[in-house]
């Protein structure tokens, strides 16, 4: 419905008129094609939710090992995830004793301690070679730069910045990037690394831990602190792993479970995040897992391509249909039906014979009241006519 819109402005619009004939022909062409067209529409229409439903189920297969049992059929020789684990907690012992003896060579404080690795023996796990654990376990987890102080001085620096806006459920969105203020001695702090794993802190529940992976696609930025990352060793970890478990159903639930819920957003903190259970594979499957999850995104993303260009021509059609029947081009032209001049001739004629039935009732009807009497005009018509 359009509003605001006179009757009079209906009586200025031109359109085609075809013989009347001609006019039932296009009459039942629209009413054959028009909901072939509707029908392909709802169609359509089904794809997205049928895609989002394919895709959460690649991410539920990755994430408990169904995706990969071929895989592993066929390596059986590759090191169990608990082996994985071991190296990981030596690596992190010796980073920290280089760290520590680098600290005291400059008279600096000793750095904090790593996080111990605690073992997660809870949850049901389908894979013997897998093991369950903490995302701390895996990776260094640390919140981003606060927005809003004021800083001054010569050792004050302006950089690119990410937002929970620029970090969507697996990849990032860097179409508008603003900058932010900090300290030189900060920006090894801030900085994010190739291979870092963003989480957003906040949002609705559906967005709580969104991720993705950092792959330098800016030189320096840094993140602001509703944005956490997580660091790992690419040599034990996948980074693109991790990102992944945190977008499956598991997850989101985890995540639902644990958050804050203020007035109108829902958060987590570092604690929430750091205690992710995450069903941790080798890291040979890691990498596979990965490839395949890619290659089966890849052909749902070649999927929604296709349904978006379908979906555009499908309406254009509707369009376009209604175009050639207004330009005549729907239908063919019989030179047997009557022409539209004669048509238009007719409603006219009738028109004025319809004003003209009217007419006479409305003068008749000028001296009578709604009850029956005459009016005062009309007595006064009557006696006048009657006088000599």
């Known amino acids: 419905m359009i509003n605001n819109i006179k009757a009079v402005y ?9 013989p009347l004939n001609e006019q039932k022909r296009i009459v039942a062409k629209l009413d054959a ?42 390596h059986p020789e590759v090191e169990s995830a608990e082996h994985l684990l071991e190296r990981i907690r030596e690596e992190r012992e010796v980073r ?34 897998w093991v369950w654990t903490y995302l701390a ?21 302006r950089l690119p910045y990410l937002r929970v806006a620029n970090v969507q459920d697996g ?31 906040g949002g609705d529940r559906d967005k709580l831990g ?23 060793n690419e040599i034990l970890i996948v980074p693109e792993y991790i990102a992944l478990t945190t977008r499956s159903s598991f997850s989101k639930k985890y995540f639902d479970a644990v958050a804050s819920q203020t007035v109108n957003l829902a958060s987590i903190n570092m604690t ?22 890619d290659k089966l995104f890849a052909l749902a993303d070649k ?4 349904y978006q260009k379908a979906r555009v021509r499908v309406d254009a059609l509707a369009q376009s249909v209604l175009a050639k029947a207004f330009r005549g081009e729907l239908v063919s032209q019989n030179p047997d039906d009557e022409p539209a001049e004669k048509l238009l001739q007719r409603i006219r004629e009738e028109k004025a014979k319809m004003e003209n039935e009217l007419k006479p009732a409305s003068r008749s009807a000028r001296g009578t009241r709604r009850n029956g009497t005459k009016t005062q005009g009309a007595r006064a018509e009557e006696k006048q006519a009657g006088e000599p």
């Open 10 to 18: 209906f009586h200025k619009i031109n359109f085609p008129l075809p």
């Open 210 to 232: 969104r991720g993705c992976v950092w792959r330098s696609e800016i030189d320096v930025c840094i993140h602001q602190n509703h944005i956490f990352k997580a660091r790992v």
């Open 303 to 306: 999927v929604e391509e296709h």
């Open 272 to 293: 929430n995040l750091c205690a992710l259970p995450l069903l941790l594979p080798p890291l040979e499957e890691q990498k596979e897992i990965v490839r395949q999850v």
């Open 137 to 157: 376990n895996v990776a260094e987890i640390s919140g981003g730069v606060t927005k809003g102080r004021m800083l001054q001085g010569n050792d004050v620096m």
């Open 96 to 129: 920290y004793h280089n760290a520590c003896e680098e600290a005291k060579k400059k008279g600096a404080p000793q750095p904090k301690k790593y996080r111990e690795i605690i073992e997660q023996n809870n949850l049901i796990k389908d894979v013997d070679t």
């Open 33 to 74: 094609i028009m909901p072939r067209i509707d029908s392909v529409k709802e169609r359509l229409e089904k794809i997205p939710a049928i895609l989002k439903r394919f895709r959460q189920s690649v991410l539920t297969a990755a994430v408990t090992g169904k995706l990969t049992e071929k895989w592993r059929e066929e």
């Open 171 to 201: 990849y990032l969105d860097l179409s508008e990037m603003k900058e932010i203020e900090i300290k030189k001695q900060e920006l090894a702090r801030y900085a994010l690394m190739n291979g870092d794993i963003l989480f957003t802190e």
